[in-house]
């Protein structure tokens, strides 16, 4: 399948930015390290949210493996996130960024978001991270968790993304949608399921945007230069999304 693509990376005369963000879990580049980058090169993203980056031996080498592969810098997280970690292109200046653990419940996994503050042309953006409990509980609750902390980052517009586990009809997911635009039911583009890239059937994986935030599309793409359906098969366990959203500038 062969999509209408999506808008290029620019900045408006009004200085408003259209941004291409990638959210996408990488399952600890335990899979094809060359079809990764491959992948993520071909969405040609200003901003890549990413979950299950490499968190043990040498996490730090290869989170920079791939962003050198893929011609982004590393901006934050990782192991220090629990997992999430943000990469993004040198179109962003980083105001600051900050890694948060969550409270951990005995028995389950850590869990943390990877956070930042961009500027991109004339716009300051919030940045997010994040990949929910597999214990529905839990689950809902790291979704307010989520929500408390973009309203701490004192920012007009922010960007969430992330491997939810679960979906759209999920307490937690219609949480995040009850606050933030779901960006691929504000704007389908692409495909809409994320999991798993064998037999895609349930969307688990979203971007989500403060509501001042134009959506331009939003998706899993098929069809890039560069890259086969083997690629994003082989990659890892889930299929990316990638959204172009319109940023306003930031108000003086």
Known sequence: M???????????????AVIRVLGYNIRSMRDDCAALARVISACAPDLVLIQEAPRFFRWRKRAAWLAARTDLVVLSGGATAAGP???CSLRATVERTEDVLLPLTPGLHRRGFATSVVRIAGTRIGLLSFHLSLQRDERLAQAGML???????????????????????????????????????VRPWGGEHTFSPD???????????????????????????????ADLRAATDHLPVLAALRVPATRP
Request: glycine content about 12%.
């Open 2 to 16: 062969v999509l209408t693509p999506l808008p290029d990376s620019r900045t408006e005369p009004d200085g408003s």
């Open 85 to 87: 970690l943000l990469l």
């Open 199 to 229: 037999e895609p059937r349930r969307r688990i994986d979203a971007v989500f945007a403060t509501s001042g935030i134009e959506v331009l599309g939003c998706g899993v793409p098929a069809g890039l230069p560069g890259v086969t359906d």
């Open 147 to 185: 929500l408390e902390r973009l309203d701490a980052m004192g920012v007009e517009h922010a960007i969430a993304a992330g491997d939810l586990n679960d979906v759209p009809t999920g307490a937690a997911f219609r949480r995040l949608a009850g606050r933030l635009q779901d960006c691929w039911a």
